[in-house]
């Protein structure tokens, strides 16, 4: 018996939901990213082979750079907003909802406290222009830094209830006697558990 011999078709495969997922994706993934903020100085870590992440939450970071200069910082916004608050307790200062807003856009700031308004009115381009934040002053006659720590601490246990982290980034060129200042900040304030941020080494 003869054998049906079937026409073979030219297979052809459509793309058209392929194509609409991919730019669902790709429309999800522009809209849901964040813009990552400027820095205020450039810091080049020290290098390590240690490879332990800093929490995603309930962080606080102070920054040394450019000849001691010191920066602090607060992850959350919600805690950003506490903790100016408490600063305006501290030294008599207000501040407007407004002001409270755009503070709880900075991942970073470093200005004495007479400043804090003027450096808030900025624009984020004129704020990180060289010269404009002269670091947050820290030594024995005018220690600011530890109070932002604590009003920092104060704040995340209002807000989160939770301890606060702290971690310290330090450029490699810094001298050690200004990383010891902050450390002994730190530990002033019972808090003896923090992380040194570094750069990744090769092996």
């Not at 755009?102 to 624009?123: D, T, Y």
Request: contains cysteine; hydrophobic residues 40%.
């Amino acid at each position: 018996m003869a054998k049906v011999k079937m026409s073979k078709k030219a297979t052809a495969v459509d793309m058209t939901a392929m194509c609409d997922v991919a730019f669902l994706l790709l429309t999800f993934f522009i809209l849901t990213a964040t813009a990552k903020q400027p820095e205020i100085v450039p810091v080049e870590t020290p290098a390590s082979t240690v490879q332990v992440k800093l929490p995603d939450t309930d962080l606080a970071i102070i920054t040394i750079a450019d000849g001691g200069k010191v920066f602090f910082g607060v992850k959350a916004a919600d805690v950003r907003i506490k903790t100016l608050e408490l600063i305006g307790e501290e030294y008599n200062l207000s501040f407007t909802d407004e002001e409270k807003k755009r503070f709880s856009l900075m991942e970073e700031f470093g200005v004495p406290v007479n400043q804090l308004n003027g450096l808030i009115k900025l624009s984020s381009t004129d704020r990180n222009k060289e010269g404009v934040q002269t670091g947050i002053p820290h030594d024995s006659l005018d220690n600011q830094l530890t109070v932002w720590v604590k009003a920092a601490r104060n704040a995340n246990a209002e807000v989160n209830e939770k301890q606060l982290n702290f971690a310290i980034k330090g450029d490699a060129k810094e001298q050690y006697p200004e990383i010891k200042k902050i450390i002994d900040i730190l530990q002033d304030q019972k808090v003896n558990k923090f992380n040194l941020v570094t750069g990744l080494r090769g092996e």
